[in-house]
């Protein structure tokens, strides 16, 4: 029979400690990796030895038996020191990744997996059928000997939330479940973590909150120091220590919350949202003071902006699972009278109204619209009035304290800058100190520091006007030296101005030269004229590649007709033979000289049946085709051998007929006509035959239809017999034809029988 531990009778001694049963371990506590990772200070050896004697004791911790592990966790005090410090000291992912050796990496990450497993196996009161504890006596016993506490707790969700969480879900749920006053120490952490907030607002000089909720006034010596010149007065180590405290509360929250959705109803009992609200107008301040603080080294000023904005993100995560598990998820489930969750939900934000800087950052990361389109489809009663006011507060702080947010498109399409539509920040009747830090920190998400290499560069035109701006006022800098200092200051034009009127450069700047000049872009070596390809480069008429070109040779417009050749000219006598020994053509030109213009070339001559393709059909002989055909000189090049009183002295009509046309090959124009003549008078007299035709066609079908008159005379007249008889005729046989009797043809297809009507 199964028997719960604590009913097992053990010896007690040494003050009910059973030494038989306690193994004999020796934990030793667990440090830190070194800073110092080479190997001649020996540091890294040290610290690697301590690691490998832990994995070999948890090791032999977790093989024990259900009683001997118990007894181990509960009387062996070495363990649970080395379980604290590896809690309190182990790297959290957020943190600063040490770039230690392959083989000293896995022993770490071998001690954080035997870690986790230690104290899942605590928190388990059940291992098996034959090993348990009783849920009541368990819950005492993690309680009582302090296994687990909420320190703890928030830390073992830090190490182990991101790649665990479903298994330490039920693990944390499992530990509230059996000891409920882990509830009660839960509720009483919150007011402590409030004090810590109130103790880092003192620290920064702002005012804190009295017990009774008002804040108390400052002090007449120190109403002229505002938040942020105090906090310039800190110096670096404390604003670290300021800006890690207040990262790692808001990852511990946030990792918690997640963890554990529960003890979201224990915060918001407290009214956790509205005491953060009314604490954090000190990051903003934080915020200033880095920016304004000079560091050793920009990678140090850089590593706490980051941190800052991972606080900033931490605790606005909280705040939205804090709603997200006490409001939203009832008002969906319906569960729990939906309409005072709905009220719970207006109520918490009425409260935090005035806490402008809040409102802004939580709405830059989780919209307020969103919650508010989850409300309205709630099919309870919503006052939607409160909801837009609420909207309407969130957009204000938002415009007036949050980062402006870039358009994807052009602001005519729907871009906006901020959740409103405002183009700028809405005016606030602030103190001139708290619209400085809005300036500032509405550009925190937008630093150009924070985005290094991956930042805008400025260039052309725009980085020409800021560098003239600032040479108007500080003629005496060189421009490569104002440009430098506007990438160092992300192109602000005013904090170069400054740092030079006041010597306070930043140490990358202090050694380079004021007089230095600008380096003007080089111009690419390849340009368009080098790359163009063209049939024509390099030649005698290439302006790109010459630069004197022989203009004798290029003639603009038309030529003379004195540059035409004339094959009658002497000087073409040498073209002759050279014709007749290629062409094998016999010319013989007989030369005139005369000096009547009509011999020369005519340019009205008539080309109006040169197009004819005369003979191009005929079949040629065999002669044709082995013997060359004799060459005619064109009639254009020809000699005119007679001259024009001869041609006016022949009679027209005889010699025409007597003697052939001079060119035989163009068809006669009066024989042209007079086909054209005849093929029309054919054409006509079939259109007068087709129309006879056409009406005799006519006559037979009028005297058809008088034969078959049906229609009669008009009525009221009575009608012949013939036409009676046409309509008896016709009524009788128009079921033979024509789209008749579609009804009984319906019917006879659908029966299956039967002819058409008689």
Not at 129 to 154: A, Q, R
Not at 328 to 349: A, C, K, T, V, Y
Not at 384 to 401: K, N
Request: charged residues 30%; negative net charge.
């Amino acid at each position: 029979m199964a028997v719960s531990l604590h009913e097992l009778r053990l010896k007690e001694e040494h003050n009910g400690k059973d030494s038989s049963r306690v193994e004999d371990i020796r934990f030793v506590s667990y440090i830190p990796p070194p800073s110092d990772l080479s190997s001649e200070s020996g540091q890294l050896e040290e610290w690697g030895d301590r690691i490998r004697f832990n994995v070999q004791d948890l090791h032999r911790l977790l093989q024990l038996s259900h009683d001997k592990f118990w007894c181990q966790a509960i009387y062996d005090e070495t363990l649970q020191n080395l379980i604290d410090t590896y809690l309190k000291h182990a790297p959290r992912s957020h943190d600063v990744m040490y770039d230690l050796p392959e083989d000293f990496q896995e022993q770490h990450e071998e001690l954080h997996k035997l870690i986790f497993m230690t104290c899942l196996r605590l928190a388990t009161h059940k291992e098996d059928k034959e090993h348990f504890i009783t849920p009541s006596v368990f819950g005492e016993i993690i309680y009582e000997n302090f296994i687990f506490d909420i320190p703890k707790l928030f830390d073992i969700c830090v190490l182990y939330g991101q790649g665990n969480g479903q298994l330490l879900s039920k693990m944390i749920a499992n530990i509230f479940s059996q000891q409920p006053k882990y509830n009660e120490d839960l509720s009483c952490v919150i007011p402590i973590m409030y004090q810590v907030f109130e103790d880092m607002k003192r620290k920064c000089g702002l005012p804190i909150s009295s017990r009774d909720g008002k804040k108390s006034p400052l002090k007449l010596s120190s109403a002229n120091d505002t938040g942020e010149k105090i906090v310039e007065n800190i110096n670096t180590p404390e604003l670290q220590d300021l800006i890690f405290y207040l990262a790692d509360i808001g990852v511990t929250l946030s990792s918690f919350l997640e963890v554990y959705p529960k003890a979201s109803h224990i915060f918001q009992q407290a009214s956790f949202i509205v005491k953060l609200s009314e604490s954090y107008d000190l990051v903003p301040v934080i915020l200033a003071a880095v920016k304004s603080k000079e560091f050793e080294s920009y990678n140090h000023k850089q590593l706490l902006q980051r941190k800052l904005a991972q606080a900033k993100k931490s605790l606005m995560k909280a705040v939205h699972l804090i709603i997200t598990h006490c409001f939203l998820e009832s008002i969906l489930e319906n569960r729990d009278s939906p309409d005072s969750h709905i009220e719970g939900f207006i109520q918490m934000f009425s409260a935090v109204l005035n806490e402008r800087q809040f409102l802004a950052d939580f709405e830059s990361c989780h919209p307020f619209q969103d919650y508010s389109d989850i409300i309205i489809q709630c099919p309870c009663d919503v006052d939607e009035t409160r909801l837009q006011y609420i909207q309407d507060a969130c957009s204000s702080a938002f415009a007036t304290y949050g980062k402006r947010r870039k358009p994807t498109g052009a602001t005519t399409r729907g871009g906006r800058t901020s959740p409103d539509g405002s183009p700028g920040p809405l005016k606030d009747d602030s103190t001139p100190g708290a619209v400085a830090l809005s300036a500032q920190s509405s550009n925190d998400v937008d630093n150009y520091d924070a985005m290094g290499a991956c930042a805008p560069r400025k260039t052309g035109v725009e980085l020409e006007s800021m560098i003239a701006s600032v040479k108007d006022l500080l003629p005496d800098l060189g421009e490569g030296f104002i440009e430098i200092c506007l990438e160092e200051t992300a192109y602000d034009i005013e904090k170069v101005i400054n740092f030079v009127l006041e010597d306070k450069l930043p140490p990358s700047l202090q050694t380079i030269d004021r007089q230095l000049p600008r380096k003007l872009p080089t111009p690419p070596e390849d340009s368009v004229i080098a790359q163009r390809a063209n049939i024509f480069d390099h030649d005698e008429f290439d302006v790109y590649s010459r630069d004197k070109v022989d203009m004798s040779r290029v003639h603009k417009g038309k030529r003379g007709k004195t540059d035409k050749m004339d094959l009658y000219d002497e000087d073409m006598a040498a073209l002759k033979p050279k014709l007749t020994e290629k062409y094998g053509y016999q010319v013989h030109v007989e030369v005139v000289e005369t000096d009547d213009t009509s011999e020369m070339y005519d340019d009205e001559y008539d080309d109006t049946y040169d197009t004819i393709n005369v003979g191009a059909d005929d079949d040629d002989s065999a002669d044709e085709l082995s013997q060359r055909r004799q060459f005619t000189v064109p009639r254009v090049l020809a000699a005119r051998r007679d001259n024009k009183a001869d041609y006016n002295e022949e009679s027209s009509e005889e010699s025409d007929e007597e003697t052939p046309m001079k060119d035989e090959f163009v068809p006669n124009p009066a024989l042209i006509r007079q086909r054209a003549e005849e093929r029309a008078q054919w054409k006509a007299q079939r259109r007068t035959q087709g129309q006879k035709t056409q009406f005799k066609g006519q006559q037979h079908a009028q005297n058809q239809e008088k034969k078959y008159d049906v229609k009669g005379g008009p009525k009221g007249k009575g009608q012949s017999g013939e036409v009676l008889k046409n309509r008896a005729y016709k009524d009788k046989h128009k079921s033979s034809q024509a789209n008749h009797s579609r009804k009984y043809f319906a019917d006879k297809k659908r029966m299956g029988f039967g002819g058409p009507p008689k």
